[in-house]
């Protein structure tokens, strides 16, 4: 399954001349965030170091009076392989359509691109409890191991600067959507995340060094991750949910003449 279906190529000049933009909208991007897969992990761990019974299988629905109270950093992160695999030079053979679709950008034409926006988009959300900030990171490789840590670059946030932590107290805006909550929230770009995103959709370098064979050129991985705090003090009640995120990408092809 390819990380892109499909995609919206819209002439934004009447003709063909130079310098014509052509848009470029990547909208298929679709993660999933699990509270409750994260949360069982946390149980196996808590089980392992005799924190909770054998025979416990997850956590309790709230956290037993007679146990002390405790902080926990449940790292959630959505698979790559389940939607965040780019690849914008598709095979003509294994997917005539997709390879149609792109070819505007892969014929030789392409003069520059500019990243317009990308959206961060809840479109459900069963969560009991607000999410902190969650951060976008991009590999420039298609199949980037997500256990490579070196692989990865965090190009921008929602909800804030930094993932939550045990011992700091969250801050007013440190929330990326509510409990329940549904919307819309635009990327904020880290320090050089834009430029960085924009090179990867364009991978320049590669195309001028594999002029006659370009299908391993424009290739990138994309993933969220978010940090929750689970403070049995100040939350008694076990987290529960996940949500459905969908990353939209707006760039622009800046497109030469034949």
């Given at each position: 399954?390819?990380?892109?279906?499909?995609?919206?190529?819209?002439?934004?000049?009447?003709?063909?001349?130079?310098?014509?933009?052509?848009?470029?909208?990547?909208?298929?991007?679709?993660?999933?965030?699990?509270?409750?897969?994260?949360v069982g992990d946390l149980a196996d761990q808590l089980r392992g170091s005799g924190l909770?019974?054998?025979?416990?299988?997850?956590?309790?629905?709230?956290?037993?009076?007679?146990?002390?109270?405790?902080?926990?950093?449940?790292?959630?992160?959505?698979?790559?392989?389940?939607?965040?695999?780019?690849?914008?030079?598709?095979?003509?053979?294994?997917?005539?359509?997709?390879?149609?679709?792109?070819?505007?950008?892969?014929?030789?034409?392409?003069?520059?691109?500019?990243?317009?926006?990308?959206?961060?988009?809840?479109?459900?959300?069963?969560?009991?409890?607000?999410?902190?900030?969650?951060?976008?990171?991009?590999?420039?490789?298609?199949?980037?191991?997500?256990?490579?840590?070196?692989?990865?670059?965090?190009?921008?946030?929602?909800?804030?600067?930094?993932?939550?932590?045990?011992?700091?107290?969250?801050?007013?805006?440190?929330?990326?959507?509510?409990?329940?909550?549904?919307?819309?929230?635009?990327?904020?770009?880290?320090?050089?995340?834009?430029?960085?995103?924009?090179?990867?959709?364009?991978?320049?370098?590669?195309?001028?060094?594999?002029?006659?064979?370009?299908?391993?050129?424009?290739?990138?991985?994309?993933?969220?991750?978010?940090?929750?705090?689970?403070?049995?003090?100040?939350?008694?009640?076990?987290?529960?949910?996940?949500?459905?995120?969908?990353?939209?990408?707006?760039?622009?092809?800046?497109?030469?003449?034949?």
């Amino acid at each position: 399954m390819k990380a892109v279906r499909s995609i919206a190529l819209l002439c934004l000049l009447s003709g063909c001349g130079a310098g014509v933009p052509v848009e470029l909208v990547l909208d298929e991007i679709l993660f999933d965030l699990s509270v409750d897969d994260a949360v069982g992990d946390l149980a196996d761990q808590l089980r392992g170091s005799g924190l909770l019974p054998a025979a416990t299988e997850t956590l309790p629905e709230r956290w037993p009076v007679e146990l002390p109270d405790a902080c926990f950093e449940v790292l959630l992160a959505t698979d790559p392989d389940a939607g965040g695999r780019l690849d914008l030079t598709p095979d003509a053979e294994a997917d005539p359509d997709a390879a149609d679709d792109f070819g505007p950008i892969n014929s030789g034409l392409v003069e520059r691109i500019e990243l317009n926006r990308l959206v961060i988009r809840v479109e459900e959300n069963t969560l009991n409890v607000a999410l902190p900030p969650i951060e976008v990171q991009v590999a420039d490789a298609y199949d980037a191991d997500p256990k490579d840590r070196r692989a990865w670059r965090t190009v921008g946030r929602v909800g804030g600067d930094a993932l939550g932590a045990c011992g700091v107290a969250p801050a007013s805006d440190g929330t990326a959507f509510g409990p329940g909550e549904v919307k819309d929230i635009e990327l904020a770009y880290v320090r050089g995340g834009e430029s960085f995103l924009n090179n990867q959709l364009a991978d320049e370098i590669c195309v001028e060094k594999n002029p006659n064979d370009i299908s391993g050129c424009k290739e990138l991985s994309i993933r969220a991750r978010s940090r929750l705090v689970f403070d049995t003090k100040r939350q008694p009640d076990r987290p529960r949910g996940r949500a459905k995120i969908r990353v939209i990408l707006v760039a622009t092809f800046f497109i030469d003449p034949l």
